[in-house]
């Protein structure tokens, strides 16, 4: 068959080829999202070890091959291990990049300088600047306990100073000084107790196993020779009328929680439940150690009678023996509102049924035969003055007054009561000198201001909160909001 020639192509469609746009060589292909920058610096990486090893083997460098080959250009599976397996969300991998910078372990520079073993000497560097300087130093610019460290530091500036700091410490003048000066050896003397009067660590006589104990029990911690002088009293704070809170144990829970058990006692060996006979309260003491600070909770409660006047309201709140309260308070209770609050409570117990009518015969009839029982007209709500926390100006404690309906089991009559209870809550400082701020202050030794030194947070939910889950109570106010401070030279306390 023959070959036919082949037709020249119109006019139009020569012209219609010319213009025809010319497809590129090089095309844009979109990165797939599964390809993440850390996959991406691996690839680079795997790439770059194999070029290297390929040149130390002097083998060929193998040639790339091109992304259409490596995965799919339109590939939108992503990568299995950015994929949260149980969500199907991806994982944000920033955090964990940055979070490696502290993960490797440090080189020789990023060592710190005073634990540097390889560091050099000091002492020419100290020995290099005159000794009057160093004398001048001490003199006029530091205080005799921190001469006494600086003497204490190393040879040479205990050559340099001479005795003098020492000599200084044992003043009677300088007894605070020389207290600011041993307080940081406790951490190494765990089998010793720092004496506040005598300003000497002593041996701990029952070590591990020391415990608060009744007023009447002799419980010597160490042995002081100062033990038996009533003129150089030990460091101690009131919980009750007759009970007192050492010092002592203040240093030995805290020290317990920052250094280990062998340097005190676990503060669970602190709780405490007792019942004052002669005045009919029972109090409950607990305490917990937060950011190294001892804070203390007491409960106190007795039952209430109804309708009591003006001074049956003081027989119950407060001792005989020197007018203070039978529940636990700080060093300011007379200033402010606080035995107020403690009667504003008692006048809301509502009092029994009087007269002799039908309906009062009913009424008691009623209430002999489900004497038993709590009924609702037994419960009893508080105003919002006393009902609300109150924190002392002046230190950080806080009070609570509650009137509770509890069981009597020593009356056979009448099983049910009113009962007035007055919790405390109070930091009571780190326990490392009795001139913690804390410390001085719930003693009334030094000014505090409470809400600048606190903050928004309540002294009561910090301790709450290390126990159980705590509903916070409602605002906290001040015990003193008129500012007035006179003591007990003011009216309104008793």
Request: hydrophobic share 35%.
């Amino acid at each position: 068959m023959a070959d036919t020639a082949p037709q020249p192509a119109s006019l139009g469609a020569r012209l219609k080829g010319a213009l025809k746009p010319k497809k590129s060589r090089n095309r844009l292909v979109k990165k797939p999202p599964s390809e993440s920058v850390s996959a991406e610096i691996v690839r680079r990486n795997n790439e770059t070890i194999s070029r290297s090893s390929s040149t130390l083997l002097g083998h060929d460098e193998p040639q790339p091959q091109p992304q259409s080959q490596l995965r799919p250009p339109h590939s939108t599976a992503p990568d299995a291990a950015l994929v949260d397996r149980h969500t199907g969300e991806r994982r944000d991998i920033t955090a964990l990049i940055h979070g490696l910078q502290d993960s490797f372990e440090p080189g020789q520079d990023d060592i710190p300088e005073e634990f540097d073993e390889n560091r050099p000497p000091g002492e020419p560097l100290i020995s290099s600047l005159p000794p009057r300087l160093w004398l001048r130093i001490a003199d006029e610019y530091l205080s005799p306990a921190d001469a006494a460290s600086l003497a204490f530091a190393n040879k040479t500036l205990a050559n340099i100073l001479g005795p003098a700091p020492w000599e200084a410490l044992r003043l009677p003048e300088n007894h605070l000084d020389r207290i600011q000066f041993l307080a940081p050896m406790d951490r190494h003397l765990p089998a010793h107790l720092l004496c506040f009067p005598c300003a000497t660590y002593h041996v701990r006589i029952h070590r591990g196993e020391e415990e608060p104990k009744p007023p009447h029990v002799l419980n010597p911690l160490f042995t002081c020779p100062h033990a038996q002088n009533p003129l150089v009293p030990p460091p101690r704070t009131r919980l009750t009328p007759n009970r007192n809170l050492p010092f002592a144990f203040v240093q030995l829970t805290t020290r317990a929680a920052r250094y280990g058990l062998e340097y005190g006692i676990p503060v669970e060996n602190m709780f405490r439940r007792w019942k004052d006979t002669a005045s009919g309260w029972s109090h409950h003491t607990r305490y917990y150690v937060v950011n190294n600070h001892l804070f203390l909770r007491v409960i106190s409660s007795t039952f209430a009678p109804a309708g009591l006047p003006l001074s049956g309201q003081r027989h119950l709140l407060y001792s005989r023996e020197d007018y203070s309260p039978y529940f636990s308070v700080c060093a300011h209770w007379r200033d402010g509102e606080l035995m107020n609050l403690c009667k504003c409570a008692l006048n809301h117990i509502p009092k029994p049924r009087q007269g002799n009518g039908p309906e009062q015969q009913l009424a008691r009839r009623i209430d002999s035969r489900i004497k038993h029982v709590p009924t609702a007209l037994q419960v009893v709500t508080q105003c919002t003055e006393c009902k609300s926390i109150r924190r002392c100006t002046e230190c950080p404690t806080e009070y609570l007054i509650e009137l509770k309906l509890a069981e009597d089991k020593s009356d056979p009559l009448q099983k049910f009561k009113q009962s007035i209870s007055v919790t405390r809550w109070s930091d009571l400082g780190d326990g490392t000198t009795p001139a913690s701020p804390e410390w001085a202050a719930v003693n009334g030794e030094v000014e505090y201001d409470s809400f600048k030194a606190i903050g928004k947070r309540a002294v009561s939910a910090i301790f709450e909160s290390q126990d159980s889950d705590f509903i916070p109570y409602q605002a906290v106010k001040s015990l003193n909001p008129k500012g007035i401070k006179k003591g007990e030279e003011g009216h309104s306390w008793y």
